[in-house]
């Protein structure tokens, strides 16, 4: 589905999988895309693994956000966190923006 700019628009490009019937979509992707999902509010749920390492400055991003201020990030609730080896999965979901 054609958007702007040469881009995907992703939220029609959700409805005309739901008109066939699709009803959940799994999107394992790097930062663009995934972030693109995130500030359009596409996103229902979170799995994100964690693993026991730091990275520095230089390396990239879960999210293509931008994000400059803690009060800026979007609230998650987690649902679950579970050990898987040495890291670990967390789930959350997307909580609806506070009201002012």
């Known amino acids: 589905v054609p958007g702007v700019e040469g881009q995907v628009d992703l939220r029609s490009a959700l409805l005309a999988l739901a008109a066939r019937g699709v009803n959940e979509v799994l999107v394992e992707a790097g930062p663009s895309l995934a972030g693109a999902f995130a500030q359009q ?3 229902d749920e979170y799995v994100i693994f964690v693993a026991g390492k730091f990275l ?20 998650l609730k987690i649902t679950e966190m579970r050990a898987v080896g040495d890291d670990w999965r967390v789930t959350a979901i997307p909580l609806p923006p506070a009201s002012v």
Request: glycine share 8%; charged share 20%.
């Open 56 to 75: 520095g400055s230089a390396a990239r991003p879960l999210l293509d956000w931008p994000l400059e201020k803690l009060a800026d990030a979007p609230q």
């Open 41 to 43: 509010g596409l996103v």
